[in-house]
Protein backbone atom coordinates (compact mmCIF):
# COMPACT_ATOMS: atom_id res chain seq x y z
CA UNK A 1 0.00 0.00 0.00
CA UNK A 2 3.01 2.00 0.81
CA UNK A 3 4.62 1.61 -2.56
CA UNK A 4 1.00 2.55 -4.18
CA UNK A 5 1.05 5.69 -2.27
CA UNK A 6 4.21 6.39 -3.38
CA UNK A 7 3.35 5.72 -7.45
CA UNK A 8 0.34 8.49 -6.41
CA UNK A 9 2.64 11.01 -4.93
CA UNK A 10 5.03 10.82 -8.32
CA UNK A 11 2.36 11.63 -10.49
CA UNK A 12 1.19 14.41 -8.05
CA UNK A 13 -2.23 12.81 -7.26
CA UNK A 14 -4.24 11.64 -4.16
CA UNK A 15 -4.30 8.28 -2.98
CA UNK A 16 -7.01 6.08 -5.25
CA UNK A 17 -7.12 8.74 -8.18
CA UNK A 18 -8.96 7.21 -11.33
CA UNK A 19 -7.81 6.00 -14.10
CA UNK A 20 -8.52 8.66 -16.46
CA UNK A 21 -6.84 11.25 -14.05
CA UNK A 22 -4.11 8.95 -13.73
CA UNK A 23 -3.32 9.18 -17.75
CA UNK A 24 -4.04 12.94 -17.60
CA UNK A 25 -1.01 13.56 -15.14
CA UNK A 26 1.21 11.24 -16.84
CA UNK A 27 0.85 13.23 -20.02
CA UNK A 28 1.21 16.67 -17.86
CA UNK A 29 4.34 14.93 -16.27
CA UNK A 30 5.85 14.09 -19.06
CA UNK A 31 5.43 16.77 -21.17
CA UNK A 32 6.64 19.08 -18.57
CA UNK A 33 9.81 17.08 -17.83
CA UNK A 34 10.53 15.43 -21.44
CA UNK A 35 14.56 15.73 -22.04
CA UNK A 36 13.50 17.06 -25.29
CA UNK A 37 12.96 20.21 -23.77
CA UNK A 38 15.57 21.04 -22.30
CA UNK A 39 18.86 22.17 -23.81
CA UNK A 40 21.50 19.72 -24.74
CA UNK A 41 24.60 21.46 -22.74
CA UNK A 42 22.37 21.83 -19.83
CA UNK A 43 23.91 17.98 -18.58
CA UNK A 44 22.55 17.91 -15.20
CA UNK A 45 19.37 19.12 -15.96
CA UNK A 46 19.07 16.30 -18.84
CA UNK A 47 19.89 13.51 -16.23
CA UNK A 48 17.59 15.05 -13.71
CA UNK A 49 15.05 15.29 -16.20
CA UNK A 50 15.42 11.79 -17.74
CA UNK A 51 15.47 10.08 -14.01
CA UNK A 52 12.04 11.98 -13.78
CA UNK A 53 10.76 10.26 -16.91
CA UNK A 54 11.98 7.06 -15.45
CA UNK A 55 9.54 7.54 -12.43
CA UNK A 56 6.47 8.94 -14.09
CA UNK A 57 6.99 6.39 -16.30
CA UNK A 58 6.93 3.41 -13.92
CA UNK A 59 4.44 4.77 -11.59
CA UNK A 60 1.29 4.92 -15.04
CA UNK A 61 2.46 1.19 -15.45
CA UNK A 62 2.10 0.35 -12.08
CA UNK A 63 -1.26 2.29 -10.97
CA UNK A 64 -2.12 1.14 -14.42
CA UNK A 65 -2.00 -2.70 -13.69
CA UNK A 66 -3.53 -2.61 -10.26
CA UNK A 67 -6.36 -0.90 -11.52
CA UNK A 68 -6.84 -2.85 -14.23
CA UNK A 69 -6.82 -6.45 -11.71
CA UNK A 70 -9.05 -4.50 -9.21
CA UNK A 71 -11.43 -3.94 -12.55
CA UNK A 72 -10.60 -7.88 -13.66
CA UNK A 73 -11.67 -8.92 -10.00
CA UNK A 74 -14.84 -6.12 -8.91
CA UNK A 75 -15.96 -5.92 -12.82
CA UNK A 76 -16.64 -9.22 -13.84
CA UNK A 77 -20.02 -11.17 -13.29
CA UNK A 78 -20.52 -14.36 -10.81
CA UNK A 79 -19.58 -17.55 -12.40
CA UNK A 80 -22.37 -19.12 -13.89
CA UNK A 81 -24.71 -21.58 -12.13
CA UNK A 82 -26.77 -23.71 -14.42
CA UNK A 83 -30.54 -24.36 -13.44
CA UNK A 84 -30.51 -28.04 -11.17
CA UNK A 85 -32.37 -30.66 -13.31
CA UNK A 86 -32.49 -33.85 -11.43
CA UNK A 87 -30.63 -37.02 -13.26
CA UNK A 88 -31.80 -40.30 -13.67
CA UNK A 89 -28.85 -42.05 -11.74
CA UNK A 90 -25.87 -40.79 -9.69
CA UNK A 91 -23.73 -41.83 -11.90
CA UNK A 92 -24.51 -39.54 -14.90
CA UNK A 93 -23.71 -36.54 -12.23
CA UNK A 94 -21.96 -33.49 -13.71
CA UNK A 95 -19.29 -31.76 -11.56
CA UNK A 96 -20.82 -28.58 -11.23
CA UNK A 97 -18.94 -25.20 -10.30
CA UNK A 98 -18.38 -24.79 -6.50
CA UNK A 99 -21.25 -23.83 -4.99
CA UNK A 100 -22.73 -23.28 -1.23
CA UNK A 101 -25.70 -25.84 -2.41
CA UNK A 102 -23.80 -28.67 -3.74
CA UNK A 103 -26.32 -30.56 -6.60
CA UNK A 104 -27.67 -33.69 -4.81
CA UNK A 105 -29.96 -35.88 -7.58
CA UNK A 106 -32.90 -37.70 -6.91
CA UNK A 107 -32.69 -41.31 -6.74
CA UNK A 108 -35.60 -42.82 -9.10
CA UNK A 109 -36.50 -46.17 -8.83
CA UNK A 110 -35.12 -48.77 -12.23
CA UNK A 111 -37.83 -49.71 -14.46
CA UNK A 112 -39.20 -53.30 -13.23
CA UNK A 113 -37.68 -56.33 -14.88
CA UNK A 114 -34.79 -54.25 -16.22
CA UNK A 115 -31.49 -53.75 -14.61
CA UNK A 116 -30.75 -50.78 -13.19
CA UNK A 117 -29.40 -47.69 -15.11
CA UNK A 118 -30.53 -49.59 -18.35
CA UNK A 119 -33.04 -47.17 -19.04
CA UNK A 120 -31.93 -43.13 -19.42
CA UNK A 121 -33.31 -40.56 -21.50
CA UNK A 122 -30.94 -38.54 -23.83
CA UNK A 123 -29.02 -36.16 -21.96
CA UNK A 124 -26.62 -33.96 -23.57
CA UNK A 125 -23.28 -33.68 -21.62
CA UNK A 126 -23.10 -29.94 -19.94
CA UNK A 127 -19.58 -28.34 -20.40
CA UNK A 128 -19.35 -25.95 -17.98
CA UNK A 129 -18.76 -22.42 -19.79
CA UNK A 130 -15.24 -20.79 -18.62
CA UNK A 131 -15.65 -17.82 -16.46
CA UNK A 132 -17.20 -14.80 -18.40
CA UNK A 133 -14.02 -12.35 -19.40
CA UNK A 134 -14.22 -9.22 -17.15
CA UNK A 135 -14.79 -5.83 -19.24
CA UNK A 136 -12.27 -4.00 -19.27
CA UNK A 137 -11.45 -0.06 -19.80
CA UNK A 138 -11.89 0.26 -23.94
CA UNK A 139 -8.56 1.08 -25.02
CA UNK A 140 -8.05 2.47 -28.76
CA UNK A 141 -6.47 0.65 -31.22
CA UNK A 142 -2.74 0.26 -30.48
CA UNK A 143 -0.53 -0.43 -33.88
CA UNK A 144 1.40 2.39 -34.80
CA UNK A 145 0.49 2.23 -38.33
CA UNK A 146 -2.48 4.63 -39.15
CA UNK A 147 -1.18 6.18 -42.29
CA UNK A 148 -4.11 7.46 -45.06
CA UNK A 149 -6.50 6.79 -41.82
CA UNK A 150 -9.93 9.19 -41.94
CA UNK A 151 -9.92 11.33 -38.65
CA UNK A 152 -11.74 14.20 -40.07
CA UNK A 153 -13.41 16.22 -37.11
CA UNK A 154 -12.65 13.29 -34.51
CA UNK A 155 -12.31 14.34 -30.95
CA UNK A 156 -8.74 13.25 -29.72
CA UNK A 157 -7.88 15.51 -27.14
CA UNK A 158 -5.33 14.31 -25.20
CA UNK A 159 -5.16 11.21 -26.62
CA UNK A 160 -1.27 9.52 -26.59
CA UNK A 161 -0.31 9.43 -30.11
CA UNK A 162 3.37 9.55 -29.60
CA UNK A 163 5.57 7.37 -32.67
CA UNK A 164 2.26 6.42 -34.31
CA UNK A 165 2.84 7.02 -38.18
CA UNK A 166 -0.08 9.24 -39.48
CA UNK A 167 1.16 10.36 -42.97
CA UNK A 168 -1.26 11.33 -45.23
CA UNK A 169 -4.13 11.08 -42.26
CA UNK A 170 -7.28 12.97 -42.81
CA UNK A 171 -7.13 14.40 -39.44
CA UNK A 172 -9.16 18.02 -40.62
CA UNK A 173 -10.74 19.79 -38.19
CA UNK A 174 -9.60 17.36 -35.48
CA UNK A 175 -9.92 18.01 -31.85
CA UNK A 176 -6.11 17.28 -30.80
CA UNK A 177 -5.52 19.85 -28.26
CA UNK A 178 -3.56 18.41 -25.45
CA UNK A 179 -2.68 15.88 -27.52
CA UNK A 180 0.72 14.06 -26.45
CA UNK A 181 2.15 13.47 -30.12
CA UNK A 182 5.84 13.04 -29.64
CA UNK A 183 7.80 11.83 -32.22
CA UNK A 184 4.74 11.40 -34.39
CA UNK A 185 4.47 10.94 -38.11
CA UNK A 186 2.07 13.60 -40.17
CA UNK A 187 4.10 13.57 -43.33
CA UNK A 188 1.45 15.00 -45.86
CA UNK A 189 -1.21 14.97 -43.59
CA UNK A 190 -4.20 17.23 -43.85
CA UNK A 191 -4.32 19.15 -40.52
CA UNK A 192 -6.39 21.90 -42.22
CA UNK A 193 -8.81 23.50 -39.26
CA UNK A 194 -7.65 21.21 -36.57
CA UNK A 195 -7.28 22.47 -32.91
CA UNK A 196 -3.94 21.74 -31.48
CA UNK A 197 -3.92 23.66 -28.66
CA UNK A 198 -1.38 22.94 -26.41
CA UNK A 199 -0.27 19.62 -27.98
CA UNK A 200 2.87 18.29 -27.57
CA UNK A 201 4.02 17.88 -31.29
CA UNK A 202 8.18 17.48 -29.81
CA UNK A 203 10.42 16.30 -33.22
CA UNK A 204 7.23 15.18 -35.27
CA UNK A 205 8.17 14.62 -38.80
CA UNK A 206 5.27 17.07 -40.68
CA UNK A 207 7.06 17.68 -43.65
CA UNK A 208 4.92 18.95 -46.50
CA UNK A 209 1.69 18.28 -43.52
CA UNK A 210 -1.41 20.88 -44.30
CA UNK A 211 -1.97 23.19 -41.18
CA UNK A 212 -4.01 25.84 -42.81
CA UNK A 213 -6.26 27.47 -40.66
CA UNK A 214 -5.47 24.65 -37.63
CA UNK A 215 -4.73 26.53 -34.18
CA UNK A 216 -1.38 26.04 -32.97
CA UNK A 217 -1.30 28.43 -29.72
CA UNK A 218 0.42 26.90 -27.20
CA UNK A 219 1.67 24.02 -29.06
CA UNK A 220 5.26 22.74 -28.81
CA UNK A 221 6.98 22.17 -32.11
CA UNK A 222 10.39 21.63 -30.86
CA UNK A 223 12.39 20.18 -33.42
CA UNK A 224 9.66 18.59 -35.22
CA UNK A 225 10.64 18.65 -39.03
CA UNK A 226 7.99 21.46 -40.68
CA UNK A 227 9.87 21.07 -43.84
CA UNK A 228 7.58 22.21 -47.14
CA UNK A 229 4.50 22.36 -44.71
CA UNK A 230 1.31 24.86 -45.30
CA UNK A 231 0.89 27.24 -42.28
CA UNK A 232 -1.15 29.60 -44.39
CA UNK A 233 -3.79 31.18 -41.45
CA UNK A 234 -2.79 29.18 -38.87
CA UNK A 235 -2.97 30.55 -35.34
CA UNK A 236 0.23 31.04 -33.86
CA UNK A 237 0.39 34.86 -32.24
CA UNK A 238 -1.73 36.96 -30.02
CA UNK A 239 -0.91 39.74 -31.00
CA UNK A 240 2.82 40.69 -31.83
CA UNK A 241 3.46 37.15 -29.64
CA UNK A 242 4.44 34.42 -30.68
CA UNK A 243 2.46 31.55 -28.60
CA UNK A 244 4.13 28.62 -30.46
CA UNK A 245 7.52 26.86 -28.93
CA UNK A 246 9.41 26.60 -32.54
CA UNK A 247 13.11 25.91 -31.04
CA UNK A 248 15.33 23.55 -33.19
CA UNK A 249 12.20 23.56 -35.91
CA UNK A 250 13.14 22.96 -39.51
CA UNK A 251 11.32 25.17 -41.60
CA UNK A 252 12.81 25.10 -44.58
CA UNK A 253 10.12 25.90 -47.36
CA UNK A 254 7.74 26.58 -45.29
CA UNK A 255 4.61 28.26 -46.13
CA UNK A 256 3.95 30.79 -43.63
CA UNK A 257 0.90 31.91 -41.89
CA UNK A 258 1.13 35.49 -43.98
CA UNK A 259 1.88 33.37 -47.26
CA UNK A 260 5.54 33.97 -47.28
CA UNK A 261 8.05 31.29 -48.07
CA UNK A 262 10.98 30.24 -44.98
CA UNK A 263 14.22 30.45 -46.44
Do not use: C
Not at 75 to 87: D, E
Not at 132 to 138: A, E, G, I, M, S
Not at 247 to 258: R, V
Request: proline content about 7%; charged content about 30%.
Amino acid sequence: MRELERYYRVLELEPGASLEEVNQAYRDLAFIWHPDRIPQEKHRLQEKARRKLQEINEARDKLRSVKAKYKSKSGSNAPYQPRKTASPSSESRTEWPSSPYPYQPKKTAAPSGSRENSYAPYQQKWTPKSTPTPNKTYQPPQQSDLSGQDFRRANLKGRDLSGRNLSYAKLNGANLSDAFMHKVVLRGADLSDANLFRANLLLADMKEANLQGADLIGADLSGADLRGADLRGARIRSGDRLLVKLIGANLSGAIMPDGSIHQ
